[in-house]
């Protein structure tokens, strides 16, 4: 198959992009950028040292970085495409990062000439590069494939600017080096660092564990991550975990249970443990027997955002929604921290060639490109398209609860857990009452949850005024700042109109701030320790209130949204009782459905979703919005409609120089796994499109028959 084609970043100044790369170094915090691809051209007709010589660069992942030679094959490979006929290439440098000895190792080829190898450390010193530093190069850049690759939506693709993305794996030969170096250093894995939701890496919680289930589940390579967790549990029981759920996955579910009874008897309060056992039991709907353990994973470790994640959403599918929300409330959070991305100077000119033979038209974006003027102010300003991490998860939680009981009764249980600041003020103004019980207890929200049964499940003995929250602390670092409402709508009625005056959103008021209630000190303040409400209600996480502002203001445009369209829809029914005089047709941009879609999405809408995204792909083609489609494709069980999405989805990532995403992948292999290679094959080569573009496809499913993925035989 031919290779995509080769973005390239002019620099205005010579070596530049190297410059930006080695001041860069000593604030990588994990796996680092892409590798870097550095070459200096000149003119081919002039010659001699006068001629003009240029920069550029690009940056590339998947590239096989176990050896110098491997690195000065790819630069080779550079010299000879026929992309640039008027300029050659006299030298190139390749720059891959190693994460675990925080070094930068570079290969610089001399055209004509030799090859040097050698290492940067942080303060810009040259090292010599060891063969110790190459196998821990080679894993690092595997992790690194992992890392950077595209979901399939093409987000991770639009961050970063002319990265090539290879597929790091492509045979059995490469998969037992990568094994082999994994298990060599996999007690060193925790210096890599670990997922933003993970506070402190561990044994069990890095970007190397990471990097390995995910490579287990793209390929459903299950034996052999079977293989490699049983030698490394022979020497920790702690990787018992991940044992565990490689054996899940690969759907031998008895040997698991008994490996985690096993590994609990020894290792009684590891977290991994008792959370893999506890969403084991949540997908067999033993949301009783799962509770406990999920329990128990907070009181091992409480620091810890999943342990607490876990309980609220076991807490979720029991339906004691009072304790959700104090779990919820109790959950740490953390500064969201992205991956390392190269920040490289103001290019002289960004070329971004397309290779003919693989070109489709209707996947071409550059017809209608994003324009930002597109797209309605009320929907450019919805902040929570913007979490990540920690308050991504909590924001789905708090979504889903929504979803389950509505946004009313969701505001009424709130207030029967939280201390609202009226009440606070009403009672602060009426020390003499009379209405005191006892005195504050000590207890917060952390032991409510894990100690004290629900009282009124499912909120039904609620008899409350719905009110919502935003107290008056500070803005804490982590929080981002929330928009006030406006009140206009999103379609061609900007001023609001009947549609605004329709919503039956109630806007959250205020609750007390922690800071209020006990003046910055630990302890209760003495002078309210006879109020009522403070012995059974807790204090509002700054965090949690701004969510709530942040659901309201996505709710108000959702509804806005779907009352602008029912009224378009109910004016074009010629059967309806008092038809408009004239059709109202209601019109967005491909922008503005992109984003709804995401809304619907969000608040756990999924066809109003799929709507959205389906008048999205009518307009232009929109990754994220093909993705969405076919994941409700595949859940239906639509195999040609699947196919015909993810032909388009693997043009699309190839056109922008990826020829490798995982989640593409894992898609073909379970369609493989459920219709046979062979139809799977049919149903594509029968599609109507060029030979060249059938062909990235066909390339997928070969790689399942190079794993011997299930069903790859017929």
């Known amino acids: 198959m031919v290779a995509p084609a080769i973005p390239e970043v002019i620099e205005q100044e010579i070596e530049s992009a190297i410059e930006s790369r080695n001041e860069a170094l000593p604030n990588l915090r994990e796996l680092g950028p892409p590798d870097l691809v550095h070459l200096v051209k000149q003119s081919a007709k002039s010659g001699g040292r006068q001629a003009r010589k240029t920069g550029v660069y690009h940056h590339v992942t998947g590239i096989d970085a176990s050896s110098s030679a491997s690195l000065a094959a790819y630069i080779n490979t550079l010299t000879q495409t026929a992309q640039d006929k008027s300029n050659k290439v006299i030298s190139g440098l390749y720059c891959c990062y190693n994460a675990f000895s925080r070094l930068d190792m570079r290969v610089e080829v001399k055209i004509p000439g030799g090859v040097e190898s050698y290492c940067i450390d942080e303060r810009g010193d040259k090292r010599v590069a060891s063969d110790s530093l190459w196998l821990e190069t080679f894993l690092c850049g595997v992790l690194r494939a992992y890392s950077y690759a595209d979901d399939g939506s093409g987000d991770t693709v639009k961050k970063i600017i002319a990265v090539r993305r290879f597929d790091p794996v492509t045979s059995t030969d490469v998969e037992h080096k990568f094994l082999d170096a994994a298990e060599r250093l996999f007690f060193k894995g925790w210096q890599l660092g670990s997922d933003p939701e993970i506070q402190v890496p561990n044994l069990v919680s890095n970007h190397l564990t990471t990097g390995l289930l995910n490579y287990v589940h793209t390929t459903g390579r299950y034996a052999s991550g079977q293989n490699l967790f049983e030698k490394l549990r022979s020497r920790d029981p702690e990787v018992s975990s991940l044992l565990a759920r490689v054996l899940i996955s690969g759907d031998e579910e008895v040997k698991a249970v008994r490996l985690l009874k096993e590994a609990i008897e020894m290792l009684p309060m590891d977290y991994s443990l008792l959370n893999c056992q506890a969403t084991f039991l949540q997908s067999k709907g033993n949301l009783e027997w799962a509770s406990p353990l999920a329990q128990r994973a907070v009181i091992a470790a409480p620091n810890e955002f999943g342990t607490w994640s876990k309980l609220a959403e076991i807490y979720v599918g029991l339906e004691q929604w009072d304790l959700a929300l104090l779990t919820l409330n109790s959950c740490p959070m953390f500064t969201y921290i992205d991956k390392d991305a190269p920040r490289m100077p103001e290019p002289a000119r960004v070329i971004l060639p397309v290779l003919s033979n693989t070109a489709l038209d209707e996947i071409d974006e550059s017809v209608q490109g994003y324009d930002t003027e597109m797209v309605h102010p009320n929907l450019r300003k919805l902040s929570a398209a913007g979490y990540k991490g920690t308050f991504l998860k909590a924001y789905s939680l708090l979504t889903d609860i929504t979803s389950k009981i509505g946004w009313d009764q969701l505001l009424r249980i709130r207030s029967q857990v939280f201390v609202m600041e009226e009440e606070y003020r009403s009672e602060k103004s009426q020390p003499g009452t009379g209405r005191t019980i006892g005195p504050v207890t000590g207890r917060n929200s952390s032991t409510t949850a894990l100690r ?263």
């Open 452 to 714: 004290v049964p629900s009282p009124e499940t499912n909120g039904q003995k609620a008899n409350v005024e719905a009110s919502g929250s935003v107290n008056d602390e500070d803005e804490e670092e982590h929080s981002p700042p929330t928009e006030q409402p406006d009140e206009g709508a999103t379609n061609g009625n900007v001023d609001g109109g009947a549609a605004g005056g329709d919503l039956a959103i109630e806007k959250p008021e205020h609750t007390v701030a922690s800071t209020e209630v006990k003046s910055g000190s630990d302890d209760p303040d003495p002078s309210h320790a006879n109020y009522t409400h403070f012995q059974h209600k807790r204090l509002c996480e700054r965090w949690l209130d701004n969510l709530f502002m942040v659901l309201y203001e996505d709710l108000r445009i959702y509804t806005i949204w779907r009352t602008d369209m029912a009224r378009a829809k109910a004016s074009n029914d010629p059967s309806s009782s008092s038809p408009s005089t004239s059709s109202t047709i209601y019109s967005k941009s491909a922008e503005e459905w992109e984003i709804l879609g995401e809304l619907a999405e969000r608040l756990h809408h999924v066809p109003e979703a799929i709507e959205a995204y389906q008048s999205c792909l009518r307009i232009r083609f929109s990754p994220k919005a093909m993705r969405a489609v076919v994941k409700m494709w595949e859940e239906d069980r639509k195999t040609e409609n699947v196919l015909q999405g993810m032909i388009r989805l693997i043009a699309w990532q190839y056109r922008w120089y990826s020829e490798f995403s995982p989640e593409l992948l894992r898609s073909i292999r379970k369609l493989i796994e459920e219709e046979g290679a062979v139809k799977v094959r049919s149903i594509v080569q029968a599609t109507s499109l060029p030979q060249p573009v059938l062909d990235l496809t066909h390339r997928y499913v070969e790689l399942c028959a190079t794993f011997r993925s299930s069903g790859s035989d017929g």
